[in-house]
């Protein structure tokens, strides 16, 4: 009978032992996975070269405000520093000292601030591209600009990285599928018109033109819109013009991007540019000389928000 007891007990303990050591291998493995999960990398080929990071950051620093725009579109709090100079209005919340690292200027990065902050993932785009080296000394670097010669496919790839860097990958499809049925209701509106467009930069009284292929051109390029000059140089800065020349090509409508209203210069873009000659244009005479706001178009391009907005004041001047 003792002999009995004693193969009884010793069953049972070995019993208890196997499920233990059950339960600690399921919480091994389910911690490996959560691990392998929060650690996945993936790499990323741009311009500047091919980064790789884990997925899924928790500190990131971002220089280019169309991808601020974006990720806070997308309501990810990832974002830990931003260059707080000219913060678009919108996205005022960043320009929050104290809960948000202040890493710069557009042009000019604290990398010593950036340093201390030991992010996980940097984002830069053309104004910081000859920075990239640095920039990658501190911490894996991406660079994400917006092609102007293509600027919706380079956007939608754009976007389409974001989601798979933040795990949204839904939430981007969603958001680029409203965007292109507002543009294609756009297009229907601009399509319906012969009017011709010039696109204008104005600064501190002087004024630069943009055609085609160039970093306002989206608004012939994608919407179709006429151009009152079709042979204007394209480039990032634009081809600097005469108010003379604005009168020869005599435009239906002006888009005009205030860039002194970005600046803080005190200058308003109306004062100098609706002169004498301008008032001489059909723009002018129809009403038709339209400010773009230039935190979306001139510091956010390529953003969620910003796209979204740049549609809108396209469609509007031909309603």
Not at 266 to 283: C, H, M, R, W
Request: charged content about 25%; some cysteine.
């Amino acid at each position: 009978m003792k002999k009995w007891l004693l193969v009884a007990f010793t069953l049972m303990i070995i019993a208890v032992l196997a499920a233990c050591g059950s339960t600690e291998e399921k919480t091994e493995s389910g911690t490996a996975n959560t691990d392998a999960e929060k650690t996945e990398e993936m790499t990323v080929t741009h311009e500047l070269g091919e980064t790789t990071f884990n997925k899924n950051p928790e500190k990131v620093v971002v220089f280019d405000f169309g991808v601020l725009d974006s990720l806070d579109k997308l309501g990810v709090e990832a974002v830990k520093g931003v260059p707080q100079g000219n913060v678009p209005a919108y996205l005022e919340k960043y320009a929050d000292a104290e809960k948000y690292e202040n890493v710069g200027t557009l042009k000019e990065a604290d990398f010593e601030a950036i340093n201390a902050m030991e992010p996980d993932l940097i984002i830069i785009s053309g104004r910081q591209a000859d920075m990239y080296d640095e920039f990658s000394e501190i911490a894996p670097t991406i660079h994400m600009a917006v092609d102007t010669e293509d600027y919706m496919g380079s956007f939608k790839e754009n976007m389409t990285t974001l989601g798979e860097i933040f795990g949204k990958e839904d939430q981007i499809t969603e958001e680029l599928a409203a965007i292109d049925t507002q543009i294609e209701k756009a297009k229907e509106t601009v399509s319906g018109s012969e009017e011709t467009a010039l696109i204008v930069l104005a600064n501190e009284g002087k004024v630069s033109a943009y055609g085609a292929a160039s970093r306002f051109g989206l608004i012939h390029d994608v919407f179709g819109v006429n151009q009152a000059d079709e042979g204007i140089e394209a480039s990032t800065h634009g081809q600097s013009i005469s108010y003379e020349y604005v009168l020869e090509t005599n435009p239906d409508i002006m888009f005009v991007v205030d860039r002194n209203a970005v600046v803080g210069n005190g200058t308003n873009a109306a004062d100098s540019l609706e002169n004498e000659l301008v008032q001489k244009t059909n723009a002018y005479k129809n009403d038709k000389i339209i400010y773009l706001d230039p935190d979306y178009w001139y510091l956010s391009g390529g953003g969620l928000q910003s796209v979204t907005q740049m549609v809108t004041d396209v469609q509007s001047a031909f309603e």
